[in-house]
């Protein structure tokens, strides 16, 4: 069936044992499955050289999936590209546009090549080019230039919008500006797929991601998900004249000198064995610290290998 009902449960991308090699030899993505519904944000975290970009191009219609299956709206987005194309908003790592043109002729002329485009002003306001439609591509920042790139791939108005590290090369405030833009677009029903280094942006914005590895899906799950199944921290540094050796064995402790990291499962029950274990010698925990992994801590672990 090549159509979807427009449920909301719809799953606008549907990747099913994707595999992609290159020139017939070296195969960059290895059987990657993956859906997306409707109205969701959905992050492909990995390290350099995973496999995300790899994957998002044949999401987007620019390469043939060596195997396995690939729908977007419900098509084949190499074989039926004009049926999905007019529908979705594409904004590479490189967006390569003529340096030579200003922002206002640069938007114009995308204008014309796209369906429906909203009103050139309207989408360069969007992104905060508004004042910049004047300027000479090649004038622009990097960050300016990313945030044309974005406004170029937001002007068809699409229902399905992939982004390639949106916001690389971006200062801080450029960076929570173009989140909150996304999370409104999202907000307002437009279904995403981002790729990623900032973790924190992925935590943020995603409602679902999949960590890749080697061409390989090896996590997957909400960004709660994924950091509840890595183990908790606790930090604290013992006073002078306490020992390591002296901490409640049950404790599952790596010392750094005085310095003590704890990795649990058993976030509350080891924390409280600690303390007790502190009150009753009358020894004081510096520094104490306790919480649960974060995205970042769970994507190290993940990087080096260690797939829960
Ligand atoms: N045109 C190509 N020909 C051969 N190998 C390629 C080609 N493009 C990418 N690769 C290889 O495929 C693997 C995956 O690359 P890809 O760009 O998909 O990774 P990525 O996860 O997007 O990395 P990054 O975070 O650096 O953008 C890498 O080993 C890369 O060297």
């Given at each position: 069936m090549d159509t979807y009902s427009g449920d909301t449960h719809e799953k606008v991308i549907d990747v099913a044992g994707l595999r992609r090699r290159y020139d017939g030899q070296f195969e960059a993505v290895r059987g990657v499955t993956f859906t997306v519904a409707r109205g969701e944000l959905f992050a492909l975290l990995g390290t350099n050289g995973a496999g995300k970009t790899s994957t998002v191009e044949v999401l987007e219609g620019l390469a043939r999936p060596s195997g396995g299956q690939v729908r977007v709206l419900g098509h084949d987005p190499y074989r039926e590209r004009a049926l999905v194309r007019p529908r979705m908003g594409v904004m590479l790592q490189e967006g390569g546009f003529p340096s030579d043109l200003t922002v206002a002729e640069t938007a114009r002329m995308w204008a014309g090549c796209t369906t429906g485009a909203r009103p050139v002003g309207e989408a360069l306001e969007m992104v905060g080019l508004g004042t910049r439609h004047k300027v000479r591509v090649k004038q622009l920042s990097g960050g300016e230039r990313r945030r044309l790139d974005l406004s170029m791939a937001l002007l068809g108005r699409p229902e399905v919008l992939f982004l390639d590290e949106?916001?690389?090369?971006?200062?801080a405030e450029g960076r929570h500006e173009t989140q909150q833009l996304v999370r409104e677009l999202r907000d307002q029903g437009t279904t995403v797929l981002l790729t990623t280094h900032y973790l924190e942006e992925a935590e943020g914005l995603a409602d679902r991601l999949a960590i890749m590895r080697d061409g390989q899906i090896v996590t997957t799950g909400t960004p709660a998900e994924v950091t509840a199944a890595r183990p908790a921290r606790i930090h604290f540094t013992l006073p002078e004249g306490v020992t390591p050796d002296r901490l409640p064995l049950s404790v599952p402790s790596a010392a750094d000198g005085r310095r003590i990291e704890v990795r649990t499962d058993r976030l509350q029950e080891d924390l409280l064995e600690l303390l007790t274990w502190a009150r009753d010698r009358d020894v004081r925990l510096l520094g104490l610290d306790a919480r649960h992994a974060s995205l970042e801590e769970a994507f190290m672990d993940i990087a080096k290998g260690d797939a829960r």
């Open positions: 949106p916001t690389t090369g971006l200062d």
